[in-house]
């Protein structure tokens, strides 16, 4: 029996992640990260539980659809578990390949695949069929199992007119279609809009006049694994006499990526280092910049503010933002257009300029993609519970009048599905959640340490340092108090009262407790939050700082 396990990705944006298992083999498809919200402090990334995969015993195979993060992200974390090789098209596993090497694992088989290559993985073959996508190189699955064939789609759109000439194979699920498929588990980011999404070659007409109207520097903000926009802009800037410029980590090295793999291409003498764009005339340059969503690190970032070492803007310049606005970044985004606007520069996003294209299906593509592959059973992914029940409500509609009507299973993450010659079945949950991944560190942060970060933020941190006698425990001197983020009107009276109080807990223990490091680190802790709350109404977190002489 075939057992379906959705460990990301159905619930929330980001984080996809699928596990296939047929007895003792499990195949896990894509491992992404979801971005965190603001609250959660220091928190870098987020990835899905894995404690299913160590139950399972490890991961057979990890194959990868494509190359965005919230595919990738999280594959560093998943290769402990991993008894084979990582299969995914060349650029995909490119932009792996650093990911691997800074966690340590550059010894991680890697298997590069391309469209209509099949591979055997147990009692698995998997097909890697092309899709268009905002990037390159990216595939949707065929996992012929020994319950039937399952169709995983992968992110994609239907893109007539793709940048790099590679059509989406409608063929190849027109005739898996006929062939007859067990289930269909299909992205569902984009069903809430009506009609086709456009093709990127959209935004041709809308850069022109941006090249044409920009009397200073262009410069363009996009995610960095953008790269059909790249081409698209690097293009342009041919066409209208302009250097090019890549700015920023992220831009840099995906721009290197793809053009060692032939899908970006420059004409000679077209690009520039970014430590030369002021020494060229400033309407004969455009730069391309990560930093579209307004990360307070990214190069656009640093830009908006002036503290970019080699790209100042003027008063001429134009801003361009190439990259819809994710949910929740609202705030960095306006905070970085006020930036910038405030360097006299016009700054221009989708919602002014059609400068931007989805790279996901809207819901006539959806209902293509059910309309050609013909499942017996559907499933929803990649969105929140509201794009899952809509795209269900919109395969309803296709699947009406249909004998045998297709099955839909609206799933979420954690929901064991169960599937076999004689059909598909919930069948209860595994164990699902979120870890959260530190800063720039593999390290995972349990709930203990966000509520300390979050208790530093809103009420501050209090330092009392006391010298104390090794032998007596008797204080040499005057207890000193050092506070961060926790300031008052009165607060050098405060602090002096709080001396005060720390001087009456050691009068007040006796020798034994004042030469225990670990007793009277407590009894501090505990006398001067109460002082501070009681005096100030906040409750500082408050780290005590003993020195024995």
């Excluded at 003792?24 to 919200?37: I, R």
């Excluded at 349990?446 to 425990?473: C, F, M, S, Y």
Aim: charged content about 25%.
């Amino acid at each position: 029996m075939l057992e379906v396990v959705p460990l990301g990705g159905l619930g929330e944006f980001g984080m996809n992640m699928i596990a296939f298992t047929w007895g003792e083999t499990t195949l896990v498809v894509d491992a992404g990260v979801m971005f965190p919200d603001p609250e959660l402090l220091g928190v870098d990334r987020i990835i899905p539980d894995l404690s299913y995969l160590q139950q399972k015993g490890g991961v057979a195979a990890l194959i990868l659809t494509h190359g965005h993060e919230d595919h990738i992200g999280g594959v560093p974390h998943v290769v402990p578990l991993l008894r084979g090789a990582i299969y995914g098209t060349p650029l995909t596993l490119a932009l792996i390949e650093p990911k691997l090497r800074e966690h340590g694992q550059p010894d991680t088989p890697l298997q590069a695949v391309h469209p209509r290559d099949r591979v055997m993985i147990g009692p698995f073959t998997i097909e890697f069929i092309r899709v268009t996508h905002s990037m390159p190189d990216c595939v949707a699955l065929a996992i012929t199992t020994p319950a039937g064939v399952i169709v995983h789609t992968g992110d994609f759109k239907v893109d007539q007119t793709p940048i790099d000439g590679e059509h989406f194979d409608v063929h190849r699920f027109a005739r898996l279609g006929e062939e007859g498929v067990l289930a269909l588990f299909a992205d569902s980011t984009n069903v809430d809009r009506r009609g086709f999404t456009g093709s990127e070659t959209e935004v041709v007409e809308a850069f022109e006049e941006v090249f044409t109207s920009a009397a200073g520097r262009l410069i363009v903000a996009a995610f960095a694994s953008s790269i059909y926009r790249m081409q698209i802009l690097i293009n342009l800037a041919v066409q209208f006499d302009r250097k090019v410029a890549f700015v920023g980590r992220g831009m840099i090295e995906n721009s290197q990526t793809a053009q060692r793999l032939g899908h970006l291409r420059i004409p000679a003498g077209v690009q520039i280092r970014d430590s030369d764009v002021g020494s060229h005339p400033a309407r004969g340059v455009l730069c391309l910049t990560t930093g579209s969503q307004g990360e307070p690190l990214s190069a656009l970032a640093r830009i908006a503010i002036d503290d970019h070492r080699h790209v100042k803007l003027s008063a001429d310049d134009t801003v361009v933002l190439s990259a819809r606005a994710i949910p929740g970044n609202e705030k960095s985004i306006g905070r970085l257009v006020n930036h910038i606007a405030r360097r006299g520069c016009q700054v221009l996003h989708e919602g002014i300029k059609h400068v931007h294209v989805s790279g996901h299906g809207s819901e006539e593509e959806l209902k293509l993609m059910l309309s050609l592959v013909r499942p017996r059973y559907f499933v929803p992914i990649h969105g929140e519970y509201r794009q899952l029940a809509q795209h269900a409500r919109v395969a309803g509609r296709v699947f009406a009048g249909r004998d045998p009507r297709p099955e839909i299973l609206l799933a979420e993450d954690g929901d064991i599905i169960l599937m076999d010659e004689a059909g598909a079945r919930l069948a209860g949950k595994a164990p699902v959640g979120r870890v959260l991944i530190d800063g720039t560190r593999t390290g995972e942060i349990g709930d203990e340490v966000l509520r300390d970060r979050r208790h530093l933020a809103e009420d501050g941190l209090v330092v009392p340092v006391v010298a104390i006698n090794k032998q007596t425990g008797t204080l040499e001197g005057v207890p000193e108090i050092i506070t961060r983020g926790f300031v008052m009107e009165n607060a050098q009276e405060l602090l002096a009262d709080g001396a005060r109080v720390l001087s009456d807990v050691f009068d007040q223990s006796s020798v034994e407790e004042r030469t225990d490091p670990g007793v009277i680190k407590e009894k501090v802790r505990a006398e001067l939050r109460r002082f501070f709350r009681r005096r100030s109404g906040r409750r500082p977190f408050v780290l005590p700082v003993i020195m024995e002489i």
